[in-house]
Nanobody, 122 residues
Framework: QLQLVESGGGLVQPGGSLRLSCTTS????????IAWFRQAPGKEREGVSC????????NYADSVKGRFTISRNNANETVYLQMNSLKPEDAGVYYC???????????????WGQGTQVTVSS
């Protein structure tokens, strides 16, 4: 299993921005598609975005299209999620996950990071 590490979460006001990072402490991310998920208290884990191994396939949940941008830098083994125009409903713990294909179904993935908290509040 890959060891993934998320960072970049925090408290932001509605309309603000955050950039999340997903990296690895010991593995090579470049062969894998990476997906971002989020989970709010009492809710199921929701797929947000994914990017395939070479960055030419990007998928987004309808709820974040036009506001979030996923990208990757394979040279430094990092995948980013730029989140703009944040809304209170974007709050939750954000996780990254890795596997071979770009999917937004949590059941497909078995390598997960520990998560980073995003809070959107005034």
């Amino acid at each position: 299993q890959l060891q993934l590490v998320e960072s970049g979460g925090g408290l932001v006001q509605p309309g603000g921005s955050l950039r999340l990072s997903c990296t690895t402490s010991r593995d090579n991310l470049s062969p894998y598609a990476i997906a971002w998920f989020r989970q709010a208290p009492g809710k199921e884990r929701e797929g947000v975005s994914c990017i395939n191994n070479n960055g030419n396939t990007l998928n987004y949940a309808d709820s974040v299209k036009g506001r979030f941008t996923i990208s990757r830098n394979n040279a430094n083994e990092t995948v980013y999620l730029q989140m703009n125009s944040l809304k209170p409903e974007d709050a939750g713990v954000y996780y990254c996950a890795a596997r071979l294909r770009c999917r937004l179904e949590a059941s497909y993935f078995y390598s997960w990071g520990q998560g980073t908290q995003v809070t959107v509040s005034s």
